[in-house]
Nanobody
Framework: QVQLVESGGGLVQAGGSLRLSCAAS????????MGWYRQAPGKQRELVAA???????NYADSVKGRFTISRDNGRNTVYLQMNSLEPEDTGVYYC?????????????WGRGTQVTVSS
């Protein structure tokens, strides 16, 4: 069992910045990859960014150059620095932890944190 605790969401104007954090606890030995997905109103959940324990990253094209994912393996925590936020970035951001960079049914998910970007 893995528990994910997210923080950092909020309301910000376009062009602003937010930093999301996700701390994992429990059976953390099973975690080799963590990342962020978001769900916008009326849209499917989509990958924002992911990172492996070794540092390999994957970003959605829409956030490249604006968002940066990083991790502290010692703290089992992943961060998402979001700069130059746009209204299209609005949504619920979910932290994900799993055995690989590829999504699996056994993956763990946080409860989500709301990010709202106003124009």
């Amino acid at each position: 069992q893995v528990q994910l605790v997210e923080s950092g969401g909020g309301l910000v104007q376009a062009g602003g910045s937010l930093r999301l954090s996700c701390a994992a606890s429990g059976s953390i030995f099973v975690i080799n990859a963590m990342g962020w997905y978001r769900q916008a109103p009326g849209k499917q959940r989509e990958l924002v960014a992911a990172i492996t324990r070794g540092g390999t990253t994957n970003y959605a094209d829409s956030v490249k150059g604006r968002f940066t994912i990083s991790r502290d393996n010692g703290r089992n925590t992943v961060y998402l620095q979001m700069n130059s936020l746009e209204p299209e970035d609005t949504g619920v951001y979910y932290c994900r932890a799993g055995a690989t960079i590829v999504l699996l049914p056994s993956d763990y998910w946080g409860r989500g944190t709301q990010v709202t970007v106003s124009s």
